[in-house]
């Protein structure tokens, strides 16, 4: 028997299962227009996760169903998803797809997050500039702090966050070339240097210094506090397989910024 349009069985959904919540975290997905495709798609990703919208277990958007939320190549989508999953906020599951992973929203505080997933998690959005970028091949001083040789290349960058209108961090870093081949300051002058990093640099160890420091006429004038103000001074170093690949200093006016991380005791 014929049936009628009206009668005959939906198509199904090309979303596995078509669930109306699946489709809402698709909807909710936004981009925020700044930098390159596959960082926004990260940070629209990550913000729910971080906000804790998205609860441990919960099924992300498949691969397919972002390139055509976002007109994105499917080279870019993966990227995004991938940098997540090697940071642990979220999981590939085989015959299930990728999913929040279980303990997303209590990564440790010591762990290496982009500085606009910060921001976006406080719900700011974020802002970034580049103050200044050189080959320091002629700078001694440097390669002591960074442990290498006087045949290493270096690359001296100083940038800063925003979030919102406001300076959320002063970044000053060192980076060894030979150990991060491709760096140059044109992908910086949209970029910031721990994004372009952890997708093309690996790391192996890490090592974090949290101090309080005052800051000096130019850190000031760049976080738009009173010289001699109390901030906040984070030193990341990180190596690969023993070799130095760089070191940052990270500023935050005192006031405004605090560390949070949760943890549980060993078992």
């Known amino acids: 028997m014929d049936l009628s349009l009206s009668e005959r069985p939906s198509t199904p959904p090309s979303e596995p299962g078509g669930a109306p919540e699946h489709d809402a975290r698709l909807a909710a997905l936004r981009l925020d227009g700044q930098g390159p495709m596959w960082l926004q798609i990260r940070r629209a990703i990550a ?6 919208v998205w609860a441990p277990g919960t099924k992300i958007p498949t691969e397919l169903a972002m390139v055509d939320r976002f007109g ?5 989508v ?10 642990g906020l979220v999981e590939r599951r085989r015959k299930i797809g990728t999913v929040v992973a279980d303990r997303a929203q ?3 505080v010591f762990e ?3 500085t606009a997933d910060i921001v976006a998690r406080n719900g700011a959005a974020y802002g970034y500039r580049l103050i200044s970028c050189a080959f320091a091949n002629d700078e001694p001083a440097l390669r002591d702090i960074l442990g290498v040789g006087r045949e290493v290349s270096l690359l001296r960058v100083v940038c800063l966050h925003y979030s919102g209108e406001e300076p959320f961090q002063l970044e000053e870093r060192i980076v060894n070339v030979d150990a991060a081949p491709g760096i140059t300051c044109q ?3 949209t970029v910031g ?5 952890l997708a093309h640099v690996p790391w192996t160890e890490a090592q974090h210094a949290i101090s309080a420091c005052e800051a000096d006429a130019t850190v000031a004038e760049h976080l738009k506090v009173p010289a001699g103000s109390a901030c906040l001074l984070i030193e990341r ?3 690969n397989e023993g070799a130095p690949v760089t070191l940052a200093r990270l500023w935050h006016p005192g006031a405004k910024h605090r560390l949070v991380g949760r943890f549980e005791p060993s078992r």
């Open 47 to 52: 913000r729910p996760i971080l906000n804790g």
């Open 72 to 76: 994105a190549a499917r080279m870019t």
């Open 78 to 87: 993966t990227k995004a998803v991938q940098s997540l999953a090697n940071e």
């Open 106 to 108: 209590e990564r440790p």
């Open 112 to 114: 290496i997050w982009d």
């Open 187 to 189: 992908p910086l002058e």
């Open 193 to 197: 240097p721990s994004p372009w990093l």
């Open 237 to 239: 170093r990180t190596w």
